[in-house]
């Protein structure tokens, strides 16, 4: 290998570093919210609402943050098109860790009545635009550096950093549990986990501000004077399809990983100590099947990996509420970890496939955009969906139903998407609409983008273009 290739290793590796720690800093920071949420928000900031009243106000301050990340992206995905992806990852994590450390010293409405749950959500939209300039930069500092043929592969480091921010997340949490009684954790225990953002947000800052630019955008010579305008009209239609096929992801993650825990303590009896330690075994599953899903990406490509984990989740999503309902500790962990080895396979992909419908002068924008916009739908409204579901029928197993309805429109979506892998980024760039031309078999033919006719799906189907005129 030569010196300028050793370089090149170097530099995709620091990147995926920086990506996997930056970003399991930042979920970690989102993820303890949505734990507290689901433990000790309701009394703590919403007292006097009920049992049902205070969960759902902490989790409609929840959903704030997933209504926040649109805004995040089209923020952070402007500066990130136009001045660089490293400066605005480096904005967007310190954003995220101060208002969780934030969160962390604030009072409760003891002390400061309705002011507390007042900061509380405007905390909580910091977090939340935070986090919606993230993942797109995120995604792109790899998707840009590394080769197209192992483009999936680098990117499941990224998709292992959320995977690792939820196992820090609820990790803390059980330990200050298993550690503190009851008294204690509701009144300073749970807040250590928030300050502990301090620490890593400096760890998060070493890490990130060692990375180089990437070459793909310093050497493109156009700058979109407001990016979002040229998504919007010019590429709003992968927007659209993207969001919604990662819909159902967004929904089977939170229901999983935050409603069925408020759920299984507050309306089954079983101690959170119990599902906090079957969803972090859960999480070891996880970050399996991303790693498989990601790295086979490259050679299934990455539409059709996607869709056989959509079709998993369809059916899967109808069993795990019956699963929970039994009250069985093996049944509840077949449940619990059957949806987070799904949600490994659905996530493993993506990294890599949304950064591959749109071209670099608006890739940030796009990309976070989309990623977001199914965290909007997905994420923001489902929790509060299930609790009002549940509470009208008196089980959550209608729940199930309404994820495996969210399944199958999300394969609906995937349909509409075309598949790039293998293609080189910078052949997307002339590209009108920022989709078009694929390769049949995946990155280990090492193809241009525009060596075929039009996309081509992993089981060699020709899809749809998007972003382009139909009637051109």
């Known amino acids: 290998m030569d010196a300028e290739g050793a370089w090149r290793v170097g530099q995709v590796r620091r990147a995926a570093a920086a990506a996997l720690i930056g970003t399991a800093i930042e979920f970690y920071d989102f993820f303890i919210y949505g734990t507290a949420a689901a433990l000790v928000f309701g009394p703590v900031f919403f007292p006097g609402l009920g049992t049902v009243g205070a969960l759902l106000a902490a989790f409609s301050v929840y959903a704030v943050a997933f209504l926040a990340r649109p805004v995040g992206a089209v923020v952070f995905g402007h500066f990130g098109d136009r001045v660089g992806r490293k400066a605005t990852l480096v904005v967007s994590l310190l954003l995220m860790g101060l208002a969780t450390a934030a969160v962390g010293l604030l009072p409760g409405f003891g002390a400061w009545g309705w002011w507390a749950p007042a900061v509380l959500v405007v905390l909580r939209v910091c977090q939340g635009v935070g986090l919606g300039g993230e993942w797109g930069g995120a995604a792109l500092l790899i998707a840009e550096n590394a080769p197209a043929g192992r483009r999936g592969r680098y990117g499941g480091f990224l998709q292992l950093g959320p995977t690792i921010g939820f196992v820090l997340a609820n990790g803390v949490f059980l330990a200050l549990q298993l550690g503190l009684d009851e008294g204690?954790?509701?009144?300073?225990?749970?807040?250590?986990?928030?300050?502990?953002?301090?620490?890593?947000?400096?760890?998060?800052?070493?890490?990130?501000?060692?990375?180089?630019?990437?070459?793909?955008?310093?050497?493109?010579?156009?700058?979109?004077?407001?990016?979002?305008?040229?998504?919007?009209?010019?590429?709003?239609?992968?927007?659209?399809?993207?969001?919604?096929?990662?819909?159902?992801?967004?929904?089977l993650f939170y229901l999983t990983t935050t409603y069925a825990l408020a759920y299984a303590t507050t309306g089954l009896g079983v101690a959170s100590t119990v599902v906090l330690s079957m969803l972090l075994v859960g999480a070891v599953g996880m970050a399996a099947t991303v790693w498989l899903s990601a790295s086979r990406s490259d050679r299934w490509g990455r539409r059709r990996t996607l869709r056989w984990a959509t079709a998993l989740a369809a059916v899967w999503s109808p069993v795990l509420f019956p699963l929970l309902e039994t009250v069985s500790r093996p049944l509840m962990f077949v449940g619990l970890a059957g949806a987070m080895v799904v949600l490994g396979c659905m996530f493993g992909p993506l990294a890599a496939f949304l950064p591959e419908l749109f071209p670099t002068r608006v890739r940030y924008t796009g990309a976070a955009l989309t990623y977001n916009l199914g965290g909007v739908v997905g994420g923001a409204t489902t929790p509060l969906v299930a609790t009002r579901l549940t509470g009208a029928y008196g089980t959550a197993q209608p729940v199930g139903w309404y994820l495996a309805v969210l399944g199958v429109l999300a394969l609906g979506c995937l349909r509409m998407l075309p598949e790039n892998t293998g293609a080189e980024l910078g052949s997307l760039d002339g590209v009108a609409g920022g989709v078009t031309g694929g390769v049949t078999g995946g990155a280990a033919d090492g193809a241009e983008l525009g060596a075929a006719d039009g996309p081509v799906d992993g089981g060699g189907r020709r899809a749809p273009r998007l972003g382009t005129d139909p009637a051109a």
């Open 184 to 251: 204690a954790f509701r009144a300073w225990g749970w807040r250590v986990p928030f300050l502990a953002s301090f620490v890593l947000v400096a760890v998060g800052l070493f890490v990130r501000l060692r990375v180089e630019e990437s070459p793909l955008f310093r050497t493109e010579g156009r700058r979109e004077r407001l990016p979002v305008l040229e998504v919007l009209r010019g590429h709003w239609r992968p927007v659209l399809a993207g969001g919604g096929a990662i819909t159902v992801g967004y929904a």
